[in-house]
């Protein structure tokens, strides 16, 4: 089995289309598809379960990607570890980034990394935090930044970069906004069930965070009045400042604002901000520098 080969199959096993892979690959169908069948006459079995839209690997397939998914990222780590030898300044790795609080961290810390590292290109790609988890897991990303909770970390490595609380934003029209704080660091506690029959601003299933505000919902014994889902937390936060609905926010996005007020919720409710890389990783001189911008960032003295 070639490296080349263990590329293929995993991005068919990604892709679970060879028409697809091939793309990807910027490869015709019929150069995947011969290379496929040379290795699984190579191995002596079908590695896939063919049909039109769901190429499925077989028992012996599974056993080949997992194989050549260690292999590779073997071979990535002892690439790293000999370019770090050589000299750590020219190197080039990639960072996930989830959408508006990560490109604020990369654009604080990148003018220190680049003074420091100026021959390291550094790979920004912004993506959504599941999505991250397995490009990470596969090698695809060296780092990146990531909000959850515990229950949703997966074999990963995290690093704890810092713990942020989740406010209940609500207009100052609401009845209850002179019990409310203009300020979260002031916010008084509330019951979440007292905005029973609120209409939310809620962040979209794809996000960590609706797990998180499905619990806090449930465990008030309401299901929300949903005026719409959204990806971000800035359209969430302008919404409330229109008026229109309540909304649940990390600190990050509580800003102080004449039209709007924050509650405590009793529970406390919390996720993590961390930064991620694949298990037992190999990480260059480079990449902790960047980590401990990244800690130097979310921790500052």
Not at 100 to 123: C, K, N, S, W
Request: glycine fraction near 4%; aromatic fraction near 8%.
């Amino acid at each position: 089995m070639e490296l080349r080969q263990m590329e293929y199959i995993l991005m068919i096993q990604e892709e679970k289309s060879i028409t697809r892979a091939a793309e990807r690959l910027f490869l015709t169908q019929s150069a995947l598809n011969q290379q496929l069948q040379k290795l699984e006459a190579e191995l002596g079995t079908p590695l896939f379960v063919r049909n039109r839209s769901d190429w499925r690997p077989t028992e012996a397939g599974l056993v080949c990607i997992e194989a050549a998914k260690q292999i590779l990222n073997i071979k990535k780590d002892a690439l790293s570890q000999i370019k770090d030898l050589a000299d750590s300044s020219r190197q080039a790795f990639s960072v996930g980034l989830i959408p508006e609080r990560g490109v604020d961290m990369f654009t604080a810390i990148y003018p220190e990394f680049h003074r420091r590292f100026p021959q390291v290109i550094l790979e920004p790609e912004e993506c959504n935090v599941r999505t991250m988890q397995k490009r990470i897991a596969r090698g695809q990303l060296d780092l990146g930044l990531i909000t959850l909770t515990e229950e949703q970390k997966d074999e990963n490595t995290y690093l704890h970069m810092a713990e942020e609380e989740i406010f209940l934003a609500a207009p100052v029209s609401h009845p209850l906004a002179s019990l409310g704080s203009p300020r979260a660091e002031d916010a008084p506690d509330i019951d979440l069930k007292e905005f029973s029959r609120d209409a939310f601003i809620r962040i979209s299933q794809t996000s960590t965070m609706y797990q998180l505000s499905e619990r806090l919902f449930s465990e008030a014994g309401f299901s929300p009045n949903v005026l719409f889902y959204t990806i971000s937390n800035v359209s969430k936060y302008r919404m409330v400042l229109a008026g229109v609905g309540c909304a649940l926010l990390p600190a990050v996005f509580a800003l102080p604002d004449e039209r709007i007020v924050f509650f405590r919720l009793k529970q406390r409710p919390s996720w993590e901000i961390t930064m991620c890389c694949r298990k037992e990783a190999y990480l260059s001189t480079a990449q902790n520098a960047f980590l401990d911008l990244c800690r130097r960032y979310w921790r500052p003295e």
